[in-house]
């Protein structure tokens, strides 16, 4: 339609269009995880020396849980950081971060990868704290943050069934492949070493005493999924659903991360030589697996305060005294 502005001079005042609710974008818990490769989405913004970590968080994925869960300005913890993805796309995303790490070498890769963020240009700031996670109220301690954080974003360390890095040794002239030592760490506190159950046990010490770091309301969201050990199936996530929740998080919701692409309405592989090794064989032997192309966000909170009831305000309700 023309627009003719009236004889005042000024422009003829319209009214602020309202926003449309029917059109605006309604987030999905489907959430993209790997429509480039895990290794394009770090190039350049992570150091190289970033790939020898054997289990990381997609980049696409931590960016996706912080800027749907927290505002600029807001404050994030992951207290497993690894070499400290979730801390990098926060500042990245203007959000500050901290990071703790049991084991100094990725405790030292989180802290280099922050300062290459910076240098790149990011807005927020990030620390990292070397130490166990269970401890972790005696490890923030300044009193600035304390029930500040906004969300907890981590992901808790697996068996070997679902983290490794095979080679072929075709090229050594040999046939077959390799698996290479491809661990955390050694440190005794380490939750990858031991049993699972002191796994489950220890992750959920992390989460609780990690919640009176939350604000009230604040966020966790955890990314996990199932592996076997032993032959047998472990349902991974719904274990850390059930400790979250132990550790006194109110469930929110459960989403889906895509580790696969989608192109040409397809989905793309982005399975590791590792992974479709592993599928490949259990197959063979009878198995109908498939590989895994998505992973478990599992979405709590810390209770908001409880809103206050006015109703009962200015007299003694019936038979109360
Ligand atoms: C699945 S990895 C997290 C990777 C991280 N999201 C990233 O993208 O780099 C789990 C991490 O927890 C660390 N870890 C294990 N036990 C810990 C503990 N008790 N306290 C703190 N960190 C611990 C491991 O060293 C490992 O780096």
Known sequence: ???????????????????????????????????????????????????????????????????????????????????????????????????????????????????????????????????????????????????????????????????????????????????????YGKTPGNLARGSHQRLLTGFADILAGCVPLLRPGGIVAITTRPFRRNGHLVDFPGQVWAAAQDAGLEPVQRLVALLCGIKDERLVTRASFFAAHETRKARAAGLPLHVTAHEDVLVLRKSPPAPVDHTDEGGTPGNMQ
């Open 1 to 183: 339609m023309p627009h003719h502005p009236d004889n005042s001079g000024h422009e003829p005042q319209r009214p602020a269009p309202e926003p449309d609710s029917t059109t605006e974008p309604v987030p999905l818990s489907v959430w993209l995880g790997a429509q480039r490769p895990a290794a394009s989405q770090r190039r350049g913004r992570y150091l190289p020396d970033s790939t020898t970590h054997p289990a990381k968080m997609l980049p696409a994925v931590a960016a996706t849980a912080i800027t749907a869960y927290t505002q600029p300005g807001e404050l994030v913890l992951d207290p497993m950081c690894g070499i400290g993805t979730t801390l990098v796309e926060a500042v990245h995303a203007g959000r500050d971060a901290i990071g703790i790490e049991l084991e100094p070498r990725w405790a030292a890769l989180a802290r280099d990868n922050l300062d290459h963020a910076q240098e790149q240009g990011a807005t927020g700031s990030g620390a990292v704290i070397i130490g166990d996670a269970r401890h972790a109220h005696a490890l923030v301690t300044d009193p600035q943050l304390a029930g500040r954080i906004a969300l907890l974003l981590t992901s808790p360390p697996y068996g070997h069934s679902v983290h490794g890095q095979v080679r072929s040794t075709r090229d050594s002239g040999q046939p077959g492949v390799h698996k290479s030592d491809y661990s």
